[in-house]
T-cell receptor, first 116, second 117 residues
């Protein structure tokens, strides 16, 4: 069974600054994907960034980037130039590849507040 | 493309009543998933369909929970004899089956909040 752990229940950052959210996971799978999802208050969950386990290069999407350390089973999210609209709950999630795809395992979430 | 839509968005029911939630996935998506999310926690997988076939239902929380996707399009999640512990948000998501090998995005709806009083 896979587990995903987010050890930071809450984080805050000033607008325009950089913040890093932590995530660790445990799995025996070799083929898997990792995601960061954002869930604004009372709004739907949207994908922020995705990382394929077989890729060594860290994924980047505009202001969002990850630090994927496969051996350490660590997958942190860095948000640069934080904006007020980044305020949300952030979930780290794991999914095994292959036929079991679809069964996302989520962490407990980190509430991020961006202050003006 | 209107995204994944769920109905109702909010439901308050008395303990012991039955409730049903509906999910309409993105039109071309053949995989549909149900998750449950309690306050302050990450979503928890319940079940999923590929077209009309329910591929896994072992994670449904009890035999009071059932899901259907009769024509491979929309899906319903029914909770019978609701209990206060069933209070949560029920999330639906969808994807293409090709996501299996490509890691494509799973798209979520806005969820259906259930409060059992």
């Amino acid at each position: 069974a896979q587990t995903v752990t987010q050890s930071q229940p809450e984080m805050s950052v000033q607008e325009a600054e950089t913040v890093t959210l932590s995530c660790t996971y445990d799995t025996s799978e070799s083929n898997y994907y990792l995601f960061w999802y954002k869930q604004p208050p009372s709004r739907q969950m949207i994908l922020v960034i995705r990382q394929e386990a077989y890729k060594q290069q860290n994924a980047t999407e505009n202001r969002f980037s990850v630090n994927f350390q496969k051996a350490a089973k660590s997958f942190s999210l860095k948000i640069s130039d934080s904006q007020l609209g980044d305020t949300a709950m952030y979930f780290c999630a794991f999914i095994a590849g292959g036929t079991s795809y679809g069964k996302l395992t989520f962490g407990q979430g980190t509430i991020l507040t961006v202050h003006p | 493309d209107t995204g994944v839509s769920q109905d109702p968005r909010h439901k308050i029911t008395k303990r012991g009543q039955n409730v049903t939630f509906r999910c309409d996935p993105i039109s071309e998506h053949n995989r549909l998933y149900w998750y449950r999310q309690t306050l302050g926690q990450g979503p928890e997988f319940l079940t999923y369909f590929q077209n009309e076939a329910q591929l896994e239902k072992s994670r449904l929380l009890s035999d009071r929970f059932s899901a259907e996707r009769p024509k491979g399009s929309f899906s319903t999640l029914e909770i019978q004899r609701t209990e206060q512990g069933d209070s949560a948000m029920y999330l639906c998501a969808s994807s293409l089956v090709q996501a299996v090998t490509s890691g494509n995005t799973i798209y979520f709806g806005e969820g259906s909040w259930l409060t059992v009083v």
